[in-house]
């Protein structure tokens, strides 16, 4: 089974609109991190989480860490164009675990 | 923006035949690592190294080899290349720091065996 579940699949908005996305994980989590990927290219870090509560904003980008909940969410601030891509959830399970991702949600904006 | 580069971009080739995919990197980190990623799946861990001729297999069991006989540089080779090796090959690397693991990440070799 997976370890890290993205949610939704897919997501497509008008321009300008809210919206969020959600990464959960089956084990406890000991840091969360946040990249995005054109399609066909290589990932860009977004932002890292580690400590329960924790949220932080780059831009029109918000990311929480629900540490109980073992569940990050993202959310963007009147979508862009230049939001559209593909967003991953990686996360580090263990002490001495690596980084291991979610499938990636395919989100696409609306001008 | 990341100095973690890839070559080549895209690569054809036939099955049998030996292939080198490359990684460089400038910012000198110890830590480097090698995803492989399918079209609607998660990257999963091929290979990664702690630094100079430190090389482990990931959780993904692979084909594929790899070495690390400089920092920069971290090469992937499939001695005979198969069509279930078609793939998007992804290097990234990133400092060696307890509980960080923040990657950058190359741009990837989308490999296809005919």
């Known amino acids: 089974s997976q370890e890290l579940e993205q949610s939704p699949q897919s997501l497509i908005v008008q321009e300008g609109k809210n919206l969020t996305i959600n990464c959960t994980s089956s084990k406890t989590l000991y840091g969360l991190y946040w990249y995005k990927q054109k399609y066909g290219e290589g990932l860009i870090f977004l932002m890292m989480?580690?400590?329960?509560?924790e949220e932080k904003s780059h831009e029109k980008i918000t990311a929480k860490l629900d540490e109980k909940k073992q569940q990050s969410s993202l959310h963007i601030t009147a979508s862009q164009p230049s939001h559209a891509g593909i967003y991953l959830c990686g996360a580090v399970t263990g002490a001495n675990s690596k980084l291991t991702f979610g499938k990636g949600i395919t989100l696409s904006v609306r001008p | 923006e990341a100095d973690i580069y890839q070559t080549p971009r895209y690569l054809v080739i036939g099955t049998g035949k030996k292939i080198t995919l490359e990684c460089s990197q400038t910012?000198?980190?110890?830590?480097m690592y090698w995803y492989q990623q399918d079209p609607g799946m998660e990257l999963h861990l091929i290979h990664y190294?702690?630094?100079?001729?430190?090389?482990e297999k990931g959780d993904l069991s692979s084909e594929s080899t790899v070495s690390r006989i400089r920092t920069e540089h971290f090469p992937l080779t499939l001695e005979s290349a198969r069509p279930s090796h078609t793939s998007q090959y992804l290097c990234?690397?990133?400092?060696?720091?307890?509980?960080?693991?923040?990657?950058?990440f190359g741009s990837g070799t989308q490999l296809s065996v005919l």
């Open positions: 190294s702690y630094g100079v001729n430190s090389t």
């Open positions: 910012m000198g980190h110890d830590k």
């Open positions: 990234a690397s990133s400092e060696y720091q307890l509980g960080n693991e923040k990657l950058f």
């Open positions: 989480l580690q400590k329960g509560g």
